[in-house]
């Protein structure tokens, strides 16, 4: 899909210093955590009446039917990425569904780099559509895990809010990875820049313990 992610990942926060195995599908989380985790993505008058999914050996399944528009779930777009994540009613109707069915192929064992191929080929046929207007996606939780295929390691990644911006990139915006504001994490970036592209903005990197300490990584 061509897909560019540049993100924040703290090299304080790696959990191995050797590369990690890989396995071919998400390994499960109990549902009642994960549950948790989920709704740990939301501020915390939302999540009572949010709707919530969690990863299953199909594929993800519905647990509960909110009332307030947002949706939220544990995205495992590689099988070792944990990304508690929550869209308001535009994401819930736009990206959710592309969601369910990277979570549908992953549990199918399909390799992450066959199921971009394939979603890019869904957006062409119109089973997926970008975002129709601003809209925001929280993932407020404190226990985001990030696959780094450079290094084959799992790193952490602070609490944010995305923007939906789609097909806007970096160079839009003015992004630049070696502007000391931008590693510091205090001005904004696009990340999965494409037709379900985020504009992505920690929130408070002071709350994580000061400075933003490592690198921007592209994908």
Known sequence: MGIVTPALLWSSSALASDRIPVPE???LIDREKEIA????????HLRKDATVYVLESV????VR?????????????HPLNIKPTCWDREGTETIVPRVLREGELL???VAVDRIRELIAEDFRQ????????????????????????RAGTVGSFPPH????????TNADIGFSPDYPMFRDGM???IGYQGPHGYMIMVVGSHVMGGKARGRHEEK
């Not at 985790?37 to 915390?44: D, E, H, I, K, N």
């Not at 809010?161 to 806007?168: I, R």
């Open 25 to 27: 599908k998400p390994p």
């Open 37 to 44: 985790l989920a709704l740990s993505a939301a501020p915390p």
């Open 59 to 62: 594929g993800y399944v519905k």
């Open 65 to 77: 039917t909110g009332s307030n528009g947002f949706t939220c779930m544990v995205v495992r777009d």
């Open 107 to 109: 549990m199918q064992g």
């Open 126 to 149: 119109g089973k997926f559509i970008t975002p129709r207007r601003p809209g925001i996606a929280y993932m407020l939780s404190g226990e985001i895990r990030n696959y780094d295929p």
């Open 161 to 168: 809010v995305m923007f939906y911006a789609p097909n806007l």
């Open 187 to 189: 001005l904004p970036f």
